[in-house]
């Protein structure tokens, strides 16, 4: 018995440092970066609150620029767009009609800054992310 319970020991203790490991350094990004990202977030979502009209309160999907300026969202099957820059909620016209949308995400093709918005995992429409 002491036989086995030896080796499993010792395997239990190699996985529990595999296991514990990616969690101690898991944290990329420095704490006081956090901290400032954490504030422009909070910065944008606040003016947001304050311009967003009733109608769109329900929110479906949305994504934030890297800088954390611009939110792009989708609210009753409407794109809209909210800029700290302008400090207003606009709305995004596109010509092709889209299904639901449960996904957004803010890319970079061919040079370009482009918001994609995606339904189950199939990219449906990617619109520019210039202002």
Do not use: C
């Not at 514990?20 to 909070?42: F, H, I, L, M, N």
């Not at 606040?46 to 311009?51: D, F, G, T």
Request: hydrophobic share 45%.
């Amino acid at each position: 018995m002491i036989r086995l319970v030896r080796p499993l020991a010792v395997v239990w203790l190699f996985i529990a440092t595999l296991v514990a490991a990616p969690g101690q350094s898991a944290r990329a990004v420095r704490p006081e970066t956090e901290d400032e990202a954490a504030k422009k977030r909070a910065e944008i979502w606040e003016a947001l609150e304050k311009e967003l009209p009733k109608d769109y309160q329900q929110i479906d999907a949305y994504a934030e620029n890297p800088a954390l300026t611009v939110v792009l969202f989708r609210s009753k099957g409407v794109t809209l767009r909210f800029s700290l820059k302008t400090g207003k909620v606009e709305e995004i016209k596109h010509m092709k009609k889209l299904a639901w949308i449960n996904r957004i995400t803010f890319e970079r093709d061919k040079g370009k800054e482009v918001w994609v918005l995606w339904h189950n995992g199939q990219r449906e429409l990617t619109i520019g992310a210039e202002e």
